[in-house]
């Protein structure tokens, strides 16, 4: 608010000073002039710190041209209210002359009022709101967390490696809700993608997206039925600040269930949902940014992470019976149930796992990790985890 506030002032109290100053030094710097034009400037300085400091408030110091357009239309505006104001307060009657003096006056009595508002909010209003910003205290980094609410035709998703059962909607809906509680409760920000009630699978919104710092690749699913999805994604992707977006194209495919990252090593399921040209462009896409991809043969299971993910301290952890190499993995720990192959970092201590794994939960508290469990069963029909049911974004 103080750096709202205060960005609007300068731009208002340099256009009045200019203003002034310029009448009196045209007119042979007669004081006279402060005292018949102040009251005028005043009004339309005023107006402008109003109309500045809503525009700045939303946003106007972000861009050069937002500025600019503010500054102009504040600027044009306050003028022609202040001289409205001034012609009528000295008691002369709404007219057509009275019209065409209050337009006229935007080029020539508020002619510098109107330049120095938009000179002042492109160059000064951006570098005094920055730097009262500078001051703030720093807030602790935000974590969002990107959910979809499962569609209303949810039992018709797409299924690979499982016979497919009856899927009870309430109790999904259920499920959702309480995976969302859970992220919330360990103070994570959902933000829910838009609703597509009839796109089956887009409750798995991981397979949509996938996330490297601060590069955001939008995925080209491997399912035609799922493509539509990667729409609404992007758009709520936007609108998280600070993401660069880069994009999967047809005939490469990829799912984001495919992509495991660990550290600067980003495993990527060579899947029936992930093909070779999708690897390869997203290889091209990462690699500057640091990252190694390596390329994990999946036959046995729908997603890479179907089989294994890492834990905080970059294990990897899977079946054994699902994983086609687990040599290619450094450091491979099997777990005692399917259900324990998918955990969600939720901090450097924390998991967030499935509670149909409960052996695996024992497993990994002995590890020294605080394990929060989710019942998502009905998702796991569709060949879910609790990785596919949100993108986190740190």
Known sequence: MLAVMASAGVVAGTALVASLLAFFIGNGQSPQVFGQLFGHFALAALIVFVLVGVANAVGATRAWFLALITGFT?????????T??????????????????????LVSLNLVFILTVILAEVFLAPRVFDAILAF??????????????????LEEGELTHLERSGIDKALADDQ??????????????????D????????????????????LAVITSPGAESRRAETEAVERAVRAVRGLTLA???????????????????????????????????????????????????????????????????????GDPDLVDVPTLFPSFLPVPEPGGVAVVELSPE???MSASAPRTAQMLSTLGYRVVTVDIGEFEKLEGGVTCLSVRVR
């Open 195 to 214: 609703a597509a009630p009839e796109l089956a699978d887009s409750v798995f919104v991981e397979d949509t997206v996938v996330l490297f710092g601060d």
């Open 74 to 82: 504040s600027g044009c505006l306050a003028a022609l209210l202040a």
């Open 136 to 153: 703030a205290p720093r807030r602790a980094p935000r974590r969002v967390a990107l959910v979809r609410i499962p569609a209303s035709n």
């Open 350 to 352: 924390s998991l967030l």
């Open 247 to 317: 994009r999967i194209e047809l005939p490469g495919t990829l799912d984001g269930g495919d992509v495991l990252k660990v550290g600067s090593t980003v495993y990527v399921g060579a899947s029936s949902r992930t093909n070779a040209e999708g690897i390869r462009q997203l290889r091209a896409l990462v690699t500057p940014h640091g990252y190694d991809v390596v390329a994990v043969p999946v036959t046995k299971a729908l997603h890479l992470k179907s089989t294994l993910t890492a834990l905080p301290d970059g294990t990897i952890i």
């Open 176 to 193: 959702w809700d309480n995976y969302c509680a859970a992220l919330v409760a360990e103070g994570w920000e959902t933000v829910e993608v």
């Open 84 to 105: 409205t104001a001034t012609a009528s307060g000295a008691g002369n009657p709404f007219s057509a002359p009275l019209l065409l003096f209050v337009l006229g006056s």
